[in-house]
């Protein structure tokens, strides 16, 4: 038992890491002027769901069930009787749980990139927290009417990558496109910084996928396999694709390919073996470079392709469980249709996915709007044009003040914003 809270634990902050790891990734896909802001909305997410899960987070995600709908918040609110005696599992489990939740919310910050406030921004995370992510978690994880049903979700596919990704494409459309958008080229500002963080992400994801068996035995194992094989073909499918249709294989394709891979792997990563991995590899590579294209061919613009990666990516890793689930590998989970099981496993999932994916638009295009109307979400156009990090937060990523001297502070003030001017060599932005 010991062994398996040190590893719950050490998962708890392997994903807590991811965190961070999400802010480089993101921070170095948006431009110069708005890379602080894209970063604190991260780091904002860290502060305002580490609180509320605490209070009632945990109790509503893993109360005792209310109608398959929600745990019951009065269970543990504030954590109460949790926290005293030989309960180090019990809390561990709280503890690995909530960075779940953190990070869920924060995913959906890429969508609106380079134009939220701050403030509002911190307003719909928590009201989506608690009457979006904290139900799904329960649906999913907690007794709910999902798990009930047997739709197969082992690390978060529909609870946290379906869920935001839906959640991105509805705040996309409330919060209108950014200025310029698509005719001026956006292109990240920073790649070093978004290979960083993908590095760090696929790091932290071995906590997220492995630790998600609550315990360090053979099916934390073959999670932490299949989340290495899984992203390791989605990274060369996307290359490949790219290759393919632009001539080229980048580095930030290199980069979403990792995340692809990561995302569709984990709901699947404890009931497939390797060929299922590697096949679900492929298929998120493929798909998720093909489907960054879909905001130019339906005009709405999520800045850092969130819908693309996340929806896409989760629905992937979500419906193939259909097909490519085996108890050849774990005994609990279920053979999908390529393993004799036949189409009730594909049905269940496709339930599963659909359901959380419209629940997720709905309501954040409702609190979105609820915000837009009351506070306002979005940044002046003045505001937008000079850069949010100035307006939001009063600061500059990178600050050239003290190498100015005469002439010289007119070149420095234009590699502040040479990454925004430089034309893109391709339609496709991160």
Same mark, same amino acid.
């Given at each position: ?21 999400l802010a480089l990734f993101y921070g170095g896909m948006v431009r110069s002027k708005s890379v602080l802001n894209m970063m604190m909305m991260s780091f904002g997410s860290i502060g305002l769901i580490g609180v509320l899960w605490v209070i009632y987070g945990y109790s509503t995600t893993f109360g005792s069930d209310i109608g398959g709908l929600l745990g019951n918040p009065g269970d543990a609110l ?115 910084? $978004?290979? +960083?963080?993908? /590095? ?6 071995? #906590? *997220?996928? =492995?630790?998600?068996? %609550?315990? !360090? &035995? ?90 693309? $990666?996340? +929806?896409?990516? /989760? ?6 469980? #259909? *097909?490519? =689930?085996?108890?050849? %590998?774990? !005994? &609990? ?68 003040s003290s190498f100015r001297s005469g002439g010289g502070s007119a070149i420095a003030a234009s590699a502040n914003t040479l990454a925004d001017k430089v034309p893109a060599s391709s339609g496709k932005e991160g």
């Amino acid at each position: 038992m010991e062994g398996n809270t040190a590893w719950l634990l050490t998962s708890a902050a392997l994903v807590l890491f991811m965190i961070p790891g999400l802010a480089l990734f993101y921070g170095g896909m948006v431009r110069s002027k708005s890379v602080l802001n894209m970063m604190m909305m991260s780091f904002g997410s860290i502060g305002l769901i580490g609180v509320l899960w605490v209070i009632y987070g945990y109790s509503t995600t893993f109360g005792s069930d209310i109608g398959g709908l929600l745990g019951n918040p009065g269970d543990a609110l504030g954590l109460s009787g949790l926290m005293g005696g030989n309960t180090l599992e019990g809390t561990g489990f709280v503890a690995f749980q909530g960075m779940f939740a953190i990070i869920t919310v924060a995913l959906i910050s890429g969508a609106i990139a380079d134009r939220a406030r701050f403030g509002p921004w911190l307003l719909f995370a928590g009201i989506w927290a608690t009457l979006v992510y904290f139900p799904v978690a329960h649906w999913v994880w907690g007794e709910g009417w999902i798990m009930d049903m047997g739709t197969l979700d082992f690390a978060g596919g529909t609870a946290v990558h379906i869920n935001a990704g839906a959640a991105a494409l509805a705040l996309a459309i409330v919060l209108g496109k950014r200025r310029g958008w698509p005719k001026e080229p956006m292109k990240p500002h920073n790649l070093p910084l $978004v290979m +960083l963080g993908a /590095g760090i992400l696929w790091f932290g994801w071995f #906590g *997220f996928n =492995a630790g998600s068996a %609550v315990a !360090a &035995d053979n099916i934390a194992g073959l999670a932490f396999i299949n989340t290495l094989t899984c992203t390791c073909a989605a990274m060369l499918a996307w290359l490949l694709t790219e290759r393919i249709r632009d001539g080229k294989a980048t580095s930030l394709g290199a980069a979403s390919g990792v995340v692809a891979g990561l995302v569709a792997i984990t709901p699947a990563c404890a009931f497939v073996d390797t060929w299922g991995a590697l096949t679900i590899g492929v298929f998120a590579g493929v798909l998720c470079a093909l489907a960054v294209g879909l905001k130019y061919r339906l005009g709405y613009d999520d800045s850092l392709d969130v819908v693309g $990666v996340h +929806l896409i990516g /989760g629905l992937v890793g979500t419906v193939l469980i #259909g *097909f490519l =689930a085996t108890t050849g %590998v774990n !005994a &609990d989970g279920a053979d999908g249709l390529l393993y004799g099981g036949g189409a009730g496993q594909l049905g269940t999932q496709l339930v599963g996915a659909v359901s959380v994916l419209v629940y997720s638009f709905v309501l954040a295009a409702l609190i979105g709007l609820l915000v837009k109307a009351t506070i306002g979400f979005r940044a002046d156009p003045e505001d937008e044009a000079s850069g949010v990090d100035e307006s939001e937060h009063a600061e500059s990523a990178y600050e050239f003040s003290s190498f100015r001297s005469g002439g010289g502070s007119a070149i420095a003030a234009s590699a502040n914003t040479l990454a925004d001017k430089v034309p893109a060599s391709s339609g496709k932005e991160g």
